[in-house]
């Protein structure tokens, strides 16, 4: 949470703000849960920030507002914060797991120094005693020590071995959070977050290695009509199948993600653009060539086809740039009839 929010929220204006967001949420016909009232209190907060943004686009379309749309918008766009609850609830643990070391070592000092102490007077008093007696008592007082120092060692070297496995726990919990953080939860792609520091690193490199890179944009045609006649749970059937699809054929160093809505796309880093339309070009055949049926009534949905437009990164052109041109072709291919794949440098030519 931004510390422009935060401080709202704990203002005088907090409850005219509260119910600014419930009638909001209400004149949208959203339901006032507490994902929603997060991500309404950034939109009302931010109205132009980029999940405002988003938030505007979805509203302005016919599709209902559902749980896994605000779960979408959660993952792209409020990964940030969770994901620094997450470290610091990982940061207390480790702190408490640290104190615990840190107390068994000074315990286990305190009785080295003790045993060298015990050590150095036996050495003395030996030197000293002539009678059996004094000896035999001696020994027995280095056999106590030496025990306690085992003792101690021993209950070191298991806050040790636990505080170590411990820290594996966490270091595996905080790397489930950081996939978590950049993955989109319905489709298991990249989520728009990620596409868009992937899309600028990547853009960044090929400017500097002189490389080419290409970004494809998909969408899936008449996605709506799926909506409105089967539901948006077949909705998210279909997304997933087409995510799955791109997934499979966009293995690293390729990047697939889900770019919004019913809208995905994929980069390409170092391939011509002819390896990449024969890639996409394999990708929607694949998509279409299955006829899909409703999970819960097995009824026929028939083939899902995809529109594709993408576009080779030109030298010095930003993220920005190479993504309008791909998107420009995306819609190219949707006026064309759809369910094909255009590429923005013919177009380019075509209008030269």
């Known amino acids: 949470m931004t510390a422009q929010v935060e401080t709202a929220l704990r203002g005088p204006e907090a409850y005219a703000l509260a119910h600014r967001i419930v009638d909001a949420m209400q004149q949208a016909s959203v339901w006032p849960t507490p994902l929603n009232f997060e991500l309404w209190l950034h939109y ?21 507002f559902t749980d896994a749309t605000a779960e979408m918008l959660a993952a792209e766009f409020l990964p940030r ?10 940061g207390a643990v480790l702190n408490r797991e640290l104190a615990a070391v840190a107390e068994a070592i000074d315990n286990a000092r305190k009785t080295q120094t003790a ?5 150095s ?22 056999s106590t020590a030496t025990r306690k120092v085992q003792r101690h060692t021993s209950a070191l070297e298991k806050r040790l071995e636990s505080s170590n496995r411990e820290v594996v726990r966490l270091r595996e919990h905080l790397e ?7 993955t989109d939860a319905l489709t298991n792609l990249a989520n728009r977050k990620t596409f868009d520091e992937q899309i600028a690193r990547l853009c960044e490199e090929a400017e500097v290695e002189g490389k080419p890179l290409t970004l494809a944009i998909v969408d899936i045609d008449h996605f709506k009509r799926f909506n409105d006649t089967w539901g948006h ?22 990047v697939a993600a889900r770019y919004g809505g019913e809208e995905f796309a994929v980069i390409f880093p170092g391939e011509t ?19 899909l049926r409703r999970r819960s009534t097995n009824d026929d949905l028939g083939a899902v086809t995809i529109s594709v437009g993408f ?31 255009t590429n923005a440098e013919l177009m380019t030519q075509a209008a030269a």
């Open 81 to 90: 914060g969770r994901l620094s609850e997450e470290i610091r609830d990982v």
């Open 121 to 142: 007077h036996a050495s003395a008093k030996m030197q000293d005693t002539e009678r059996p007696t004094d000896l035999t008592e001696i020994v027995s007082t280095l």
């Open 311 to 341: 576009a080779e990164r030109r030298p010095g052109e930003t993220a920005l740039g190479v993504l309008e041109r791909a998107d420009e072709a995306l819609y190219a291919s949707k006026r064309g009839g759809r369910n094909c794949v």
């Open 176 to 182: 489930q959070v950081r996939r978590d953080a950049m």
């Open 273 to 291: 653009p002819g390896t990449v339309e024969a890639a996409l070009n394999a990708i929607r055949e694949e998509i279409g060539s299955r006829s």
């Open 44 to 64: 009302v907060s931010d109205p132009e920030g980029p999940l405002g943004r988003e938030l505007q686009r979805l509203l302005a379309g016919d599709a209902p």
């Open 115 to 119: 045993y060298g102490e015990t050590l």
């Open 233 to 254: 749970q077949t909705g998210d059937q279909v997304l997933r199948y087409v995510a799955s699809v791109l997934g499979r054929i966009s293995r690293a160093p390729r």
